[in-house]
């Protein structure tokens, strides 16, 4: 018998309004991307972009074996997690600016070298 629409599984379908609805398998990897974005903003916020660098290669450790569990609609998921660190680092580096010139962050301590 060949598959009908019905058979058909979909990641996610549009309300009527044009917003979208997402199915249990899609909301976990929509919460991951959250997740992913809010780490990036701690790590922007706290450390440098050495940390950043380690962070993207778990990501990507991560993406692969998302991919292997979800098969094909990890690719854009797993894309998403990269792009959320990163604009959540970028974030956190801002909001770590804010709250510099703000008073309620002491700047980093810079090392000077001596003559």
Known sequence: MPPTV?????AFTFY???????EAR?????YATIL????GAVTGSVFK???LLI???LVVVESTILGVVHGSIAGLWALANLVGVQAGYLA?????SVFEHAGYLLPSVRT????
């Open 49 to 51: 972009v050495r940390t």
């Open 26 to 30: 899609t909301l976990n990897l929509l």
């Open 92 to 96: 956190g580096i801002y909001a770590r």
């Open 55 to 57: 962070l993207l290669g």
């Open 112 to 115: 000077r070298r001596l003559p």
């Open 6 to 10: 019905a058979h058909v599984y979909f």
């Open 16 to 22: 009527p309004l044009g917003l979208p609805r997402f």
């Open 36 to 39: 992913h974005l809010l780490a």
